[in-house]
């Protein structure tokens, strides 16, 4: 690790009901208590550079190390850019392909000292983490996230409960999948209107709706932060609305997979 760095967030005083997130990206690696009441950080979070090239060795220390800054003894839970089932990285998004074939939960618990972790997609995490504290507060029945960056990342959630890697943003949809015509990054390469981009990302969620029925859309990633340039623009049925927890989504969503003992 060649950096550090402490950004401050919504402090929590008198938290008893505590637990603990890593969020894993391709540039940072963040970490931070969380209040499974609140879904608030207690504190400042924690961020460490995620090493190149990003194997799952060196990840897996700079893990460590930003559990060891907080001196948390407890279950940790970890957000990775890729697909996990039965404990296996299947893809890996923004990091180092070596991750592909790797036990996950061997890797960290060795690194951890044994203890409880669970380890899930970063789009899922941060789906957890709006679905009960954020956009989809409140929101009965089937809640979709969508992370629109790079690509779109997917998260569906039901009563709650998380379908995990659903990643549609690889759907193909009018003859190309959905993440090479929505995402924020093919609006700002074409130099697109915020009207040209919403009518392609109408047609997307649309397709969506079709099979799912969701009540609701949740959108993240940077673009989020100018929803009210483009939400009040799309023409789907179900209502969309932005994202709320911003950076601390996949922090609070690792905690709160780790107190449920999800493990994919």
Known sequence: MTEAETTSTAATTGATNLGFGVDVGGSGIKGGIVDLDTGLLVGDRFKVLTPQPATPESVAGGVAEVVDHFGWSGPVGITLPGVVTDGIMRTAANIDKSWIGTDVYELFSSHLGGRPVS??????????????????????????????GTGIGTAILINGTLVPNTELGHMVIHGK????????????????????????????????????????????????????????????????????????????????????????
């Open 177 to 264: 999948e959905a993440e090479h015509q929505a995402s924020s990054k093919v609006k700002e390469d074409k130099g697109w209107s915020y009207e040209k981009w919403a009518g392609k990302l109408s047609r997307v969620l649309e397709t969506y709706e079709a099979l799912f029925w969701p009540k609701l859309f949740i959108v993240g990633g940077g673009i989020s932060r100018k929803a009210d340039k483009w939400i009040p623009l799309l023409t789907n049925s179900t209502p969309v609305v932005a994202a709320t927890l911003q950076n601390t989504a996949g922090i609070v969503g690792a905690a709160m997979a780790v107190d449920a003992g999800l493990r994919t």
């Open 119 to 148: 380890v899930l997609n970063d789009a899922d995490a941060a789906g957890m983490a709006e679905d009960r504290y954020g956009g989809g507060a409140g929101v009965d029945g089937v809640v979709m996230l969508l992370t629109l």
